[in-house]
T-cell receptor
Framework: DAGVIQSPRHEVTEMGQEVTLRCKPISGHNSLFWYRQTMMRGLELLIYFNNNVPIDDSGMPEDRFSAKMPNASFSTLKIQPSEPRDSAVYFC???????????????????FGPGTRLTVL | DAKTTQPPSMDCAEGRAANLPCNHSTISGNEYVYWYRQIHSQGPQYIIHGLKNNETNEMASLIITEDRKSSTLILPHATLRDTAVYYCIVRVTGNQFYFGTGTSLTVIP
């Protein structure tokens, strides 16, 4: 298995431009997570999908951010318009949520992608 | 959701056991304790999790106190490759993980 795939790995853009980050979760996983990591704020959960449906987007900083998951194998995180303060590493993670998530085993183990380093000038 | 408290940094000599503490005094009865680590420039990696019994796998051991208010992650023989930030997370409702600032472990040769 190739693991979680993210693209691009690095993105440099100018303020005001639209940025689209892409994620392909591990095949068979039904939950997908977008995180943002900065030195100041650490690793923050932005949004979480289960079976392609957004469950919790309370971490999305503002309306400039949007995320979609049109099918089980693809998700995007879009920033429009981008600002310098959006500069961060964005991680996508996926997991396989089984019935009774409080059970033992590897439930809830999240597998992270390599991240996209975004720089907004 | 229960919060966790971890020391910001720790050192450990190579080959020795690394013991990373975590306080979670407000944990509720059905919340698990999860540990992840993040090696520089990479995404976080799952290590281990437990409810109330001690757990061991190929990477580490997890010791949870009887009152469940704290736990310790043990790396039995630390290597230089174990240098990373270690996150202690108490599982919240649903499936969201909220990572804190973690403990930056430096393994010294």
């Amino acid at each position: 298995d190739a693991g979680v795939i993210q693209s691009p790995r690095h993105e440099v853009t100018e303020m005001g431009q639209e940025v689209t980050l892409r994620c392909k979760p591990i095949s068979g996983h039904n939950s997908l997570f977008w995180y943002r990591q900065t030195m100041m704020r650490g690793l923050e959960l932005l949004i979480y999908f289960n079976n392609n449906v957004p469950i919790d987007d309370s971490g999305m900083p503002e309306d400039r951010f949007s995320a979609k998951m049109p099918n089980a194998s693809f998700s995007t995180l879009k920033i429009q318009p981008s600002e310098p303060r959006d500069s961060a590493v964005y991680f996508c993670a996926s997991s396989k949520q089984g019935p009774g998530t409080s059970g033992r085993g590897r439930y809830n183990e999240q597998f992270f992608g390599p991240g996209t380093r975004l720089t907004v000038l | 959701d229960a919060k966790t408290t971890q020391p910001p940094s720790m050192d450990c000599a190579e080959g020795r056991a690394a013991n990373l503490p975590c306080n979670h005094s407000t944990i509720s009865g059905n919340e698990y304790v999860y540990w992840y680590r993040q090696i520089h420039s990479q995404g976080p990696q799952y290590i281990i999790h437990g409810l109330k019994n001690n757990e061991t796998n190929e990477m580490a051991s997890l010791i949870i106190t009887e009152d469940r208010k704290s736990s310790t992650l043990i790396l039995p023989h630390a290597t230089l490759r174990d240098t990373a930030v270690y996150y202690c997370i108490v599982r919240v409702t649903g499936n969201q993980f909220y990572f804190g600032t973690g403990t930056s472990l430096t393994v010294i040769p």
